[in-house]
């Protein structure tokens, strides 16, 4: 599977975007998607992810409340939707797929990642 993020911009503090992960391939509803994000000089960190089917879903502490996942299998897409934004949440925000081991923050878990789209928040 192909993921291709999008959505990313600059946003002032407080502000909101939504972050768009196009899959292409017929077994994307087959496949729980995270998102996670590195900051220049940081370890990539997970920030959430969900299952296959949208029931579940599970947050990083730090964007908990803030931050939302969503999909639409019909549409093979999976949505991160961020509010009440920080300057510290500025990074380069990745999805990625993994149909073997479920919804997980794991990163080694997943085997298929996009290109990634640059979200920066000013202060």
């Known amino acids: 599977v192909q993921l291709v993020e999008s959505g990313g911009g600059l946003v002032q503090r407080g502000g909101s975007l939504r972050l768009s992960c196009v899959a292409s391939g017929s077994t994307f509803r087959s496949y729980a998607i995270g998102w996670f994000r590195q900051a220049p000089g940081k370890a990539r960190e997970f920030v959430g992810a969900t299952s296959w089917s949208g029931a579940t879903k599970d947050y990083a502490p730090s964007v908990k409340g803030r931050f939302t996942i969503s999909r639409v299998n019909a549409k093979n897409t999976v949505y991160l939707q961020m509010d009440s934004l920080r300057p510290e949440d500025t990074a380069v925000y990745y999805c990625?797929?993994?149909?073997?081991?479920?919804?997980?923050?794991?990163?080694?878990?997943?085997?298929?990642w996009g290109q990634g789209t640059q979200v920066t928040v000013s202060s």
């Open positions: 990625a797929a993994n149909d073997d081991y479920g919804l997980t923050s794991r990163m080694g878990a997943y085997d298929y």
